[in-house]
């Protein structure tokens, strides 16, 4: 079975804090990640709540990757979701894991939408004409 997407679901761990309460610096590493993927950007959104922490997507052609920081606990929570044979989600992950300075982290795989191969397509049957 081939998968239409993969997803990247990080654990970023002993995190910058200072880089986690920064919109800019979060969606600078976000959209840093979207490119070293090759991913192509259509736009993003980014949310700094009060008293601390990020929350944003930046919303790529091949599906999205996604944020939420929690500085007070140097922790990063990270989806790379990307469709298609193009992207690389792994290098985006060794970017946002760099940019962030995660001391460790852990990494959970899905491919998503495993499908089983698809029966050829047959054309409908055509009604025979009135008389």
């Keep these: 079975m081939k998968a239409l997407g993969q997803h990247l679901i990080l654990e970023l761990y002993g995190c910058s804090s200072d880089t986690l309460s920064s919109v800019a610096d979060v969606q600078d590493a976000m959209i840093k990640g979207a490119t070293a993927a090759g991913a192509t ?52 992950f060794k970017v946002v894991k760099k940019l962030f300075k995660a001391t460790h982290f852990s990494v959970m795989k899905l491919e998503r939408g495993l499908l089983p191969k698809a029966p050829a397509r047959r054309r409908p049957a055509r009604k025979a004409a009135a008389r």
């Design 41 to 92: 950007i259509i736009d993003s959104i980014f949310h700094h709540f009060k008293p601390y922490g990020v929350s944003g997507v930046v919303v790529i052609a091949e599906s999205h990757f996604a944020i939420h920081t929690w500085p007070e606990h140097n922790f990063a929570s990270v989806d790379l979701f990307t469709c298609g044979e193009t992207t690389r989600p792994w290098e985006a």
